[in-house]
Each structure stands twice: as structure tokens, then as C-alpha cells.
């Protein structure tokens, strides 16, 4: 089943302009907030929210299998669980709508009052219940960082690190959408030099640049996930920011992985960009040796070519762009990772997150984290205005954007944006 969508001939009645993330080649899936105090599902063309519930009960979906209310709730659980054909189907239809050469609800001023609303009009919402995060480990240059850091540089990764896409079991409970401030997390750390531990505010708190995508309903308890079914189970992405606060993971994090050091925010963007939208720019994994088991052998092009960079905006100041990466050079994929994680017989469905972990390339500029950027402290960051960074600061603002690029098209992800506030 084609996209239709997704043709870079198409163009809307609505105006974009060409450096949005958002052409009607898009239609990414949210949630949000009316000017009458409406919760609904949503899309996006240009810089306009299109309700959904409006549009459905205007007849627009009518021929479409969908519940009635599939739009009208304050999640887009129900509306994944229905499956990758309702998406395309709906996904097509929204772009037929939208389309310049189709005059039904172009030319339909009283149905336009009540479908479509400027950005500054709404307030975007967590788009879905998550009901399991899990966050993976998957950029080889991000973990042979951390190996170098924390343990011994020549043996940076671990033995199994390059036959099983490493992850643990986070948190949902402080899954958090844009805009949403956070406090510095306090916990307990031990001090360089210090004989017993503290607990206090962190001293530091740092961003993890990552993707995350969300599954529907995948299989039953004690079934597997055939690698090269994988991608059919996997709605669509966001932009992810996990938080992490480096001291006290340095001090919990043996024998069990990090605990408080990352339950306390983890920032998504507000807009779930699908699968289905970034086929355009499927490119190549990195090359795997060894040769991975067979239950995670792949053949093509299986990863996605997403520009990625992180800012950091210091109260009443400027944004620096202090990292560009991008989520091509995870050397795990998503189908590894979904094969994986129910390689099993792991339950996994309708809502569930999971993160990429943190996204680092091969040069200085393109690591994911402060971490590493900063070199655990020893190579502070020069910002706009000449500040220095070698952590999060109280009331820094840390903004995560993503968009994919061709000649044809542009598809972006918007940003996810978090203000640092000082502890409780
Ligand atoms: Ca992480």
C-alpha cells in the first residue's frame, strides 16, 4: 500500500512557507488544548492545528472505518491501536482535504471557523498515554564515550554491547511535552575526594539528545517480533530530551544502571511524525561487525536520515547551537530494537515509548550530551554572550530540534523546548 501523502508533487490550500517543518507532505499526529478548552486530536500544515474530532464530524472521514469519538479524546492511544492501514487511509484522506485542487472545505469558510486554528490559538498536550518507556543504548559513539569517561578507554564498550541493542526500563510517570519546566532534581551524590555521600541539588544536570518512537499494539505475551515485521508496529517519532543528572548517575549506576539520575523528566516534542512520512528518507544503518544473531539480521536501508542539533538559551539571553547529530548514525535500528525487546515474548502496546538513547557522530560537535561535549567538565562550552557551560544551569532553556531534507521536500519534527528551574 502506497503513501499518497507523502508525494513532493502536492502542495495546500493552506500557505507554507518552504522552511517549515510542515508541509502537507507531514500530517503528523497530536493533541491539544481548543480556544474553547476543547481537548482533540490533531494535525498540523504550516503554521495552522487542524482539529480532527471537527473534521470527522463534519463527515470528512465518513467512508474511513473509525469510532465515532477516535478523534474526540485527550490521546492518540485508541487511534493507534487501530493500525498501520487507518493511518495511511486517514493520513491520505487529511492530505486529499488540504489539497490545492480540491475545493470541498477550501472553499467551505463556516466549516474552515471550525477545523482550523492559528498555533497561538491552542496548547499542545502529550500526545499519547505511555504506558512503558524503555530507553535504548544504541550509538556506538555515544557509549564508547561514556566507557572512556567512566571506566577505561581501551575497552570503552562492553562485550556485549555490539550483539544485543542494549536498554533498560525507564519511567512515564515524568514524560513531559514542550514548554513543561522542570526542577533541578536533588539526590545523592559522593563528592570527588569526599569519604561519605551527600544528598542536595544536583551540580549536574545535563540533556541527552535522543529520538523515541512509539509502537501500537504489537503481540501477545510470549510472542516475538519477526525483525522484518518490526517497522509495522511503529506509529511514529518525536524528538526526546532525557534529562539526566550526571553526578548522581555516577554514583547509583553500579551494579543496576541508572535509577534517580533519570526518572525525573524526560521531554518530548508534542507532535508524533510517522513512519509513513519519513519513508522518503530511509538511508543506510552503520555497518554491523560482527554479523548480528540472525533474529536480528537485516537486509536495505533500515535507518533514517533526521537532522538533529540541540540550543542552549541562558535566561534573557541568545540560543547557541551547541551540538548537530544525527539519528542516521545509530549503529541499533528501531526494527533491532522492537525485534529485541520481544525477542522474548515481551508485551508490547498501543502508546509505549521507546528512546534511542542518547544520539552522538564520530566529531566533537555532533555528541549528544554535555557530558561529552564538555568532556566530563574539562572542556567548557563557550556560549553566545560568552558564558560557559560545562552543565545545565538554572534557568537555561535547552531546545532539541529535527527535520529530514531533500531536494523535494522538508520534514521536520518542530522542537522540544524545557526550562531548567533551581531544586524545590
Ligand atoms: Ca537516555
Known amino acids: ?25 507531514n500530517i503528523p499526529f497530536g493533541v491539544f488544548l481548543t480556544r ?5 486530536i490533531g494535525t498540523r500544515i504550516g503554521d495552522y492545528a487542524i482539529d480532527l474530532g471537527a473534521l470527522h464530524q463534519l463527515g470528512y472521514f465518513n467512508d474511513i472505518p473509525l469510532t465515532d469519538d477516535i478523534f474526540l479524546q485527550d490521546t492518540l492511544n485508541d487511534f493507534i491501536s487501530d493500525g498501520q492501514k ?26 474552515q471557523k471550525t477545523v482550523l486554528f492559528t498555533m497561538e490559538e491552542i496548547e499542545m498536550q502529550l500526545p499519547v498515554q505511555i504506558g512503558d518507556y524503555t530507553d535504548f543504548y544504541s550509538s556506538k559513539e555515544h557509549a564508547t564515550n561514556i566507557g572512556s569517561m ?27 511535552t514542550s514548554d513543561t519546566k522542570i526542577r533541578r532534581p536533588k539526590g545523592q551524590t559522593k563528592p570527588k575526594g ?15 539528545l535522543e529520538m523515541a518512537f512509539i509502537t501500537t499494539d504489537a503481540n501477545k505475551l510470549g510472542e516475538t517480533i519477526p525483525i522484518e515485521d518490526a517497522e509495522k508496529y511503529i506509529f511514529g517519532l518525536v524528538l526526546f530530551n532525557d534529562w539526566s543528572a550526571r553526578d548522581i548517575q555516577k554514583w ?8 534517580n539520575a533519570k526518572n525525573f ?12 512520512a519519513l519513508q522518503p528518507f530511509r538511508v543506510a544503518s552503520p555497518s554491523q561487525t560482527p554479523e548480528p544473531l540472525p533474529y536480528l539480521r537485516q537486509k536495505g536501508n533500515n535507518s533514517y536520515d533526521i537532522n538533529l542539533e540541540v540550543s542552549i538559551t541562558p535566561e534573557g539571553g541568545v540560543p547557541t547551537t551547541v551540538c548537530k547529530s544525527n539519528f542516521k548514525y545509530m549503529y541499533w535500528t528501531m526494527s533491532q530494537q522492537l525485534a529485541h525487546h520481544t525477542s ?3 508485551k508490547v502496546l498501543s502508546g509505549d515509548l521507546m528512546g534511542s538513547g542518547t544520539i552522538s557522530g564520530s566529531t566533537p560537535d555532533s555528541y549528544g550530551s554535555m557530558l561529552e561535549l564538555a568532556w566530563q567538565g574539562t572542556k567548557p562550552l563557550r556560549l553566545e554572550g560568552g558564558q560557559t557551560r560545562t552543565s545545565i544551569e538554572d534557568y537555561d532553556t535547552v531546545t532539541l530540534k529535527g527535520y529530514c531534507s531533500n531536494d523535494e521536500v522538508r520534514i521536520g519534527f518542530g522542537q522540544v523546548l524545557t526550562q531548567l528551574l533551581p531544586a524545590n
Open 36 to 40: 474553547d478548552d476543547v481537548i482533540t
Open 86 to 111: 487507518t493511518w495511511r487511509l486517514v493520513r491520505d484522506r487529511i492530505s486529499e482535504i488540504f489539497d490545492s485542487t480540491n475545493p470541498i472545505l477550501r472553499e467551505n469558510i463556516e466549516h
Open 1 to 25: 500500500m502506497s503513501n499518497k501523502a507523502n508525494d513532493p508533487s502536492l502542495s495546500s490550500w493552506i500557505s507554507v512557507s518552504p522552511n517549515s517543518d510542515f508541509p502537507i507532505q
Open 252 to 259: 547509583e549506576y553500579v551494579p543496576l544502571g541508572p535509577f
Open 150 to 176: 567512566f571506566r577505561d578507554p581501551e575497552n570503552a564498550l562492553l562485550p556485549n554491547w555490539l550483539h544485543i541493542p542494549i536498554g533498560y526500563h525507564g519511567r512515564s510517570s515524568t514524560i513531559i
Open 344 to 346: 522474548n515474548g515481551c
Open 265 to 276: 523528566a524526560s521531554s518530548i516534542s508534542p507532535w508524533i511524525v510517522t513512519l509513513d
Open 194 to 208: 569526599a569519604d561519605k555521600p551527600i544528598y542536595g541539588p544536583s551540580k549536574m544536570v545535563d540533556f541527552e
